[in-house]
Each structure stands twice: as structure tokens, then as C-alpha cells.
């Protein structure tokens, strides 16, 4: 068995198999999402369903008999198919950049650190056109590169769970903040700026205790009973690429297990989920493949259990557990809190 409230370093599907049968009362992760993350290149579209299969196939006997596994996923929104005829014609509003390929060389030569976004702020012209000048191609799938359409991967995860074992018990839509800085090229479509995400509940079966006592009559009005959730995504990924809000996995936790109950998050990325244990008082089992997220993920859970243990009774009483310290690690502004005092 993996030690308890630990993140460890590893691929999801060879520590999972060394987790205890039936130990889990309820798994939430993030996958990689297949849109080129850096912890993502070195898998193709056909590897990263194998993926998704693989680690959700792996659930099924570690899970409690009645508990969850809820995954919270996105639709691809460039996803490209060499097949698909091209969409895009000339757009007779769109000015030619006078931004030369001789401009970037020279910008780049300049600042050799500066990714294309810096470089675009640098000269006064967008991403697409560094890279055009610089690789002759639109990033966004225009009209020298594939063509890219929508690809959604709700039926995927679907599948896979069926396939193993695992019913859907429910999804919900997350409402988060549009990406509008993702999503610079709407200017080119008429499709939408990314703005919701999924959060599909899956069931393995047996006895669930269904407790309605788990939230307050408020929040079952509020969230516990509701389709659609809203709350923004984090500001600032400067540390992970792709972290999920606190608020996400603390609902999860809140409303599908109790006290003392094991979370399991296998892509557990900056510690997101095991901070929400924490917070909630559940244990927790963290699983990263990437040696700098591992380190950062302790780094969160031990300064959210430092500061927990410091919490004076009247906060404790005030806040519904440790609701502050979630509102204050969000924020970024408990860090400097010293365990030794
Ligand atoms: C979308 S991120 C999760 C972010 C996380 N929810 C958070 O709030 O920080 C996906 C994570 O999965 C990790 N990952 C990708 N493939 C993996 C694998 N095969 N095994 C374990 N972790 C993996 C990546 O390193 C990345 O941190």
C-alpha cells in the first residue's frame, strides 16, 4: 500500500495497481487534456486515450464497493484532423502585419529568452504572427496548418468507465472565467472562447450512504443539488500549467465522502486535491509523474497542514473547515506562516 497523506512520484498506472483493494471512497483528478501541456508531448491522441482507459480501468478495485471516481475534463477545441476540408478563407477585414521575419529574427536575437507571446508584446503584432514569420504556419490551424475541429471526449471517458465496470452517476458543467487569453484566434471563427469544463461522476457499485447532513440546507440550495457550478479558475498558473481551482475538488469531497475517508488524485499536478483533504479533513493519496510537481504538491499540502494545526479555535468555529485557510491559500498570502512558532 502507498503511505497515506504522501504525493508520490510515478506513473499513474503502475503505482495505482500498488494501492489497497477497495481503499478509496473517492477519486478526482484532472487528466492531461491532450491540447500540447508540456507534461503532455510525449503522448499522441491514441496514447492519451489508452491513457485515460488504462488509469480508469485501474480504479475499479481500488475503489470502495458504492464509491466515486469523478473526472474533471474539457472538450478539445483545436483538435486536428488532416482529414476535415479547410474552413478558412481569405478574411477581406484582416490586415497584413508589417512585422517582417527579419523584425522577429532580430527581436529574438535581442532577447533570446522571450517565448512568442513576449515577442508579440515586444513588436506590437499577435502570437500568430511571430510564429507565422518565424515557422510559416498558423498555430490555430488556418490555412497553412491542419484543419482542427471540436472534438469532445465526454463518450470517450464514458466508454472506458463502462467498459471497466463503472457507471455515470451524474455530471455537472463547471462555469469557469472565459480563457480569453487562450483564445486569441476567435477573432479568426465564429467559434466560442473556452468557458466551461465537465465533471462527470462515475459509480462503482454497491451500498452508497446517500447523507444529506454532509452540507447545509444553503449549500444543497446552492451547489449540492445543482447542474452547473460556477466559481473562477485560478488566476495564476505560474507554477503548474493547468491547476484546478480549490473549489472544485473541495465540493467533490464534501459531497461524496466523510471525515476520515481516503481521496485519491492520480494526476494530482500542484496538490490541489490533497489541500482539499486537508482542508475538509479527509486523508489524502497524491500520484505525479513529474518530479517538480511532486515537490511542489508537498510543498502545498505541508504548509496547508502547518497552518491548519495553527488555526485558533475562534477561526475554526468561525469557518467551516478551514474555509479560511482554502480562501487564504488561494490567495497566496499564508505562506510566510513559520510551523516552528
Ligand atoms: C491537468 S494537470 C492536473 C492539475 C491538478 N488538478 C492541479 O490542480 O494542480 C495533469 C497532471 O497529470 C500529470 N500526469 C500526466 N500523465 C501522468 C501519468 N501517466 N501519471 C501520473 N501523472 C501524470 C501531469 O504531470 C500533470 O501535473
Redesign the pocket.
Known sequence: MLALDTIHL????E?LPQLDDESIACSI?????HVG?S??QD?DFVAWQA?LRD?IALHVPILKPGGFLVI?IADILCFPDPQMPRIQAANPRRHRSSVTREDVLAAKAKYPHYNRYQLARLLGCSEQTIDRRLNGNNIRGGKYATQTRVKLVGGIVEQAALDAGLYLYDRRVWIKDAAWENSKWHTLSYRSVDEFEYIYIFWKPGITVVDRARLTPDEWVNWGSRGVWSFPS?RANDD?????PIELPRRVIRLLTDPGDLVL?????????AVAAVVTGRNYIG????PE?VRL?QEMCAKATATLSMQTNQEIEAGEEGIQLRLALERGIVYDINPAM
Open positions: 510515478g506513473d499513474a498506472r503505482l483528478w484532472s487528466p492531461p487534456y501541456k507534461y503532455e503522448i491513457l488509469v474533471n485560478v503548474h500549467e493547468a491547476k484546478f488524485d492520480c494526476f494530482v499536478g500542484s496538490g490541489t486535491t500520484i505525479d509523474k513529474e510537481y504538491a
